[in-house]
Each structure stands twice: as C-alpha cells, then as structure tokens.
C-alpha cells in the first residue's frame, strides 16, 4: 500500500503526548522502512531510515525499540560526521524516548544539550523550537507546570515567527494543559 493510501497522522492526547490515529499503518510503514534499510548502503539514507523508524516507534510506544534504533542514527551522525542539524533531530527524538520511559534527568540533559547547540550554531538552529515544546513536555510530566509553561512560551514565540498554524496550536494546546494543570 502506498503512503497516499496509508493515514500516517498524529494527534495530541489530554497529556500532549502524540499518538498515531491509524496504528496499524503506522506499523506497515515501519516495516517497508526496515526493507529499505536492510537494502541500502548509503549511510546518510541508514540515518534518516534509523531516525523515522525510531520516531514512530516511540509514538506507537515500543519505547526500547525506538531508543535502540535512534541510537543507530546517532551513531551514523557521529561516525560520518553528519550535520548539526541531523544530530539536533535524532537527539531531539532520543531525548523524547528517554522522557517517555521516565528518564527525566537524562531527557531535561539531552534537551538542553540540543537547545544549547542550536542557539549556538545557526546550522541546527531550525530545531530550537522543537527543543523547547519537548523541554516543556518533560516538565508537564514531571508536573513542574511552571517550567512546563516557560519552555512552552518559548517555543510558541519562535513558532509564531515561522508562522506554522499547527506548530503554534500544540504550544498553545501546551500552554493550556499545563495552565490547567498549575490551576489544580
């Protein structure tokens, strides 16, 4: 089946974790992605295969899976010396397994690693938002909704510059959860 033909879409839950609305193309979709990656030599191609296969397992949950196929993406970066930005997505990605499995410490590191290095080097820069709304997430679970709610804010300021209707609803959608949350 095609991708045209496969719904691939996520939404957010009460908690603002995402979630596939069809699992069950989700999990046709890893599998051609795997055929891929068992076919090709390219390594740059074996990094983005590692790295979207990683991210979809994490939102289908198999979070040990994600983490063992995100940490082959960043292998490749560093062993081929990819860019900035490459690593920023993949670490980007690790950190968000690493939260959702409940590694707090290790997630809120990861985060502002990728956030210090985007502010720093305008290659990965595109990634500072994402850096921020998941900082944000690991707070919200932590149930520190006061960081939650500056991280969120952060990200929102630079989502509204890129002007990306979906991107500025999930900070506010965030924003609200969190406020909610703070309020009870």
């Known amino acids: 089946m095609s991708d045209s033909k496969r719904n691939l879409a996520t939404a957010f839950d009460e908690n603002s ?3 596939f609305l069809e699992p069950a193309d989700a999990r046709a979709k890893i599998e051609e992605q795997k055929k891929q990656l068992s076919t ?3 390594p ?4 983005a295969l590692y790295g ?4 979809a397992l994490r939102i289908l949950r198999e979070l040990d899976q ?8 960043l292998k490749l970066i560093s062993t081929h010396d990819f860019s900035k930005s490459h690593w920023a997505q ?5 950190a968000h397994v690493a939260h959702w499995k409940g590694q707090f410490d290790a997630a809120e590191k990861m985060l502002k690693d990728v956030l210090e290095e985007c502010r720093r080097n305008s290659e990965c820069k595109a990634f500072e938002h994402f ?5 944000g997430k690991c707070f919200l679970d932590k149930k520190d909704y006061t960081s939650a709610i500056k991280y969120f804010e ?4 630079l989502r509204k510059l890129l002007n990306d209707p979906q991107l500025i609803k999930s900070s506010e959608d965030a924003i609200r959860i969190a406020q909610t949350n703070l309020k009870n």
């Open 131 to 135: 850096a921020l709304q998941h900082l």
């Open 17 to 19: 974790h995402d979630y």
């Open 154 to 157: 952060e990200a929102l300021s």
């Open 52 to 55: 979207r296969i990683g991210g």
């Open 44 to 47: 740059f191609e074996q990094m």
């Open 66 to 73: 994600a983490e063992i196929f995100l940490d082959e993406a």
């Open 90 to 94: 993949q670490a980007t990605r690790r």
């Open 40 to 42: 090709t030599s390219d």
